[in-house]
């Protein structure tokens, strides 16, 4: 009986797995890939949120696009198509979008400013620190939105193009579903009384 227990014992020492290079170095490529996994888990980001930047950004392009596309020769121009892309508004009186552009342009800026200055975070899906309710926020609950909605008429002001103002009505849709109500109810859940007075005081845009 104890012949058998001492080779058994022996087997165990001089097993293969672990004087084998190739059986020790598995081991440490298990364990190194058990390591890389935890680290790719512990690394993962969290998905990402639209950007008010990017709906403006990519509304101000379709913009422009349809009033490129209204003004071309030979192809939309003159056609009832070109009359609704560009065209609407006849020279010189779509010049005055300059003074919408420069407008919500100074509107956003003005806003952002605020935002630094209450040490608040300007991006919309982060928690408030401060409710700023003072300066430019004190005739509009959204300011930033308003002055993108304003460079965006605008732009479709100065092309002429109704299809360009149709896209900023778009906008403000977009806008206020995807940003404006999500924040409202963050804000209402974190200031309460505070926050359902000053929305009773101030307009949603304007």
Request: aromatic share 8%.
């Amino acid at each position: 009986m104890q012949a058998p227990r001492s080779v058994g014992l022996s087997s165990a020492v001089h097993s293969p797995a672990v004087h084998n290079p190739v059986g020790r170095g598995a081991v440490v490529h298990g364990a190194a890939g058990q390591g890389s996994a935890g680290s790719k888990v512990s690394e993962e980001r969290p998905p990402r949120r639209p950007s008010p930047l990017g709906h403006f950004l990519a509304a101000l392009a379709v913009s422009g696009a349809a009033g490129v596309a209204g003004s071309l020769p030979g192809g939309l121009s003159g056609s009832a198509a070109g009359r609704v892309l560009s065209g609407a508004i006849p020279a010189p009186w779509h010049l005055s979008g300059l003074l919408l552009l420069a407008g919500g342009i100074a509107l956003m800026v003005a806003a952002d400013a605020q935002f630094k200055r209450a040490g608040t975070s300007v991006k919309p899906f982060a928690r408030a620190s401060a409710l700023v309710s003072a300066g430019v926020f004190a005739f509009s609950r959204n300011p930033m939105y308003l002055g993108m909605l304003l460079a965006l008429l605008g732009a479709a002001v100065l092309e002429g193009s109704a299809a360009a103002a149709a896209v900023a009505g778009l906008f403000a849709w977009r806008v206020q579903r995807t940003f404006i109500l999500p924040e409202e109810w963050r804000l209402e859940s974190q200031f309460q009384n505070e926050y359902r007075l000053y929305r009773r005081r101030v307009r949603r845009w304007i």
